[in-house]
């Protein structure tokens, strides 16, 4: 159940937007331009091969991404969604990509070599408790990320507070992360890198947000959440979350 917290305006606010909270398993339809950056031919085979675990197309579709839009992507090392919105956003638009510096050693150089060559793409690594955000932003993703911000002590309600500053009025904060067991918080989310939904709900919602969508694309009933995400036979199968939140427009 979506919970409504903030001012009175933001009260209204969710509860217009209460109708398509409870639409969470409907399919929302793929623009061109998505399926255009789905079949660039900057991603790779690497990529490629996890899209239908994955389903890039309508996660990208759900957070409302448009060619000249602002995004900022929590996490991008890998580039598995940099490359997509890099093409959706395109040249009238900016991607801002913040990675945490122990990301460096894995992907630093081939993530500054892409942006590099994408003139729209600024790319930063930073600690993100030191996080400084462009202001007027269209769309924030952070995808299978939000777990990691406390297992690297980062200040999820702090950096929360600032992605709703950064948001433009109606901007939407994305967030895809592997599930645990119902009721179980953050207690096996170091171990099993997975975090309960509730606790993802909770603390975006204090910062002011309202949910738009609790999308069950990405559920998955053959995952018992007892598995590190990473484990063979698991890793990208797991159950998932997919929230959309919505900044209230004034």
């Known amino acids: 159940m979506t919970i409504f917290q903030g001012t009175a305006r933001q009260t209204l606010a969710a509860i217009g937007l209460l109708v398509l909270s409870q639409l969470g398993t409907a399919q929302t339809a793929i623009p061109d331009y998505i399926k255009k950056a789905l079949t660039s031919s900057e991603r790779t085979a690497e990529m490629t091969v996890r899209d239908p675990a994955r389903h890039p197309g309508e996660v990208l579709a759900m957070s409302g991404i448009k060619p000249g839009a602002s995004v900022v992507e929590i996490a991008g090392f890998g580039q ?11 040249p009238k638009g900016k991607l801002y990509v913040f990675d945490l510096p122990y990301t460096d050693a894995r992907s ?52 929360n507070q600032a992605i709703f500053a950064a948001l433009k009025p109606g ?63 698991t890793r990208g199968g797991t159950d998932r979350s997919l929230f959309k939140f919505v900044k209230p427009a004034k």
Do not use: W
């Not at 769309?139 to 309600?157: G, K, P, S, T």
């Open 80 to 90: 598995y969604y940099t490359t997509l919105l890099a093409d959706i956003v395109g």
């Open 171 to 233: 901007g939407v904060f994305l967030i895809e992360d592997h599930n645990a067991a119902p009721g179980s918080g953050t207690t096996t989310t170091k171990a099993l890198h997975r975090i309960d939904p509730e606790v993802i709900k909770k603390e975006v919602l204090a910062a002011g947000f309202v949910l738009a969508e609790d999308s069950k694309l990405q559920a998955s009933k053959d995952d018992d959440h007892t598995k590190m995400v990473f484990a063979p036979g």
């Open 108 to 159: 630093g150089e081939p993530s500054r070599a892409f942006a590099k060559t994408h003139p729209n793409i600024v790319y930063t690594q930073v600690n993100y408790n030191d996080i400084k955000l462009p202001k007027d932003v269209d769309v924030v993703l952070n995808i299978l990320y939000y777990h990691d911000l406390m297992i690297n002590e980062i200040d999820a309600n702090k950096l």
